[in-house]
């Protein structure tokens, strides 16, 4: 049996687990040892693990594991950020006959019972960045609806004001306008148009109006406080 070590780090991952590539080298050829294994290393140095085609180091492990090899990984973090990848490339090891060691997890799916676990800690680890993406949108979406500004550019017709947004009264005129032509049926050329044959200017002072610009500020709701 040969065992495939995989290893890697992203600069956010070494501040994260200080788990360096030497470590991760050190604890996969233990194992190698201990399961008296051929070992070969693959590395992936400042690579996001959110894909798996990107790293070359990666694809050229599993391009190297055979029937009965093992692809040994220091933590399933290591593998892969994505739940979906990490089961694809369960599932291609598994049609090669190979298995898959993560050492910090003790999954080995030699066994079924660790082929179980491993589906279970990959599906619980994303519904855990699901959670944490969840409650930025909702934090973010409380913000806009109280007038806070959530970053970006300042949209048109507002100001902000300690961090929050205030009506702008001369550029909410226009804003009316724009809605008033909109409900009406007119394109945004069109609204883009009138808007520069009135002379009215956009935020930066340009008096170019763009069709998307217009559609941002169509699109626009929040609450906010009259200046």
Request: hydrophobic share 40%; proline share 1%; glycine share 10%.
């Amino acid at each position: 049996m040969k065992a495939i070590g995989y290893i890697r780090v992203s600069t956010q991952g070494q501040v994260e687990d200080g788990v360096s590539l030497d470590a991760q080298e050190a604890k996969v050829r233990a194992w190698a040892v201990l399961n008296g294994a051929e070992v070969v290393i693959f590395r992936d140095q400042g690579i996001s693990g959110k894909r798996s085609d990107n790293r070359p180091g990666l694809q050229s492990a599993l391009n190297l594991v055979g029937k009965g090899d093992a692809l040994i990984v220091y933590s399933l973090s290591r593998l892969s950020r994505s739940t979906r990848d990490t089961l694809a490339i369960a599932d291609a090891l598994a049609k090669k006959e190979a298995d898959l060691v993560s050492l910090s997890e003790k999954i080995d799916t030699t066994s079924a019972a660790g082929k179980i676990v491993f589906r279970l800690m990959a599906v619980l680890s994303e519904f855990e960045r699901d959670q944490v993406s969840d409650r930025t949108r909702f934090a973010l979406l409380h913000k806009k609806s109280i007038g806070e500004k959530t970053g970006g550019d300042c949209p048109f017709g507002y100001r902000v004001r300690k961090g929050r947004l205030y009506l702008h009264a001369n550029e909410q005129k226009a804003v009316s306008l724009i809605r008033d032509l909109h409900g009406k049926g007119q394109s945004l050329r069109g609204i883009c148009r009138k808007l520069e044959d009135a002379g009215i200017a956009r935020k930066n002072g340009s008096r170019t109006w763009h069709p998307q610009i217009i559609s941002d500020i169509i699109k626009y709701k929040g609450s906010v406080k009259v200046a």
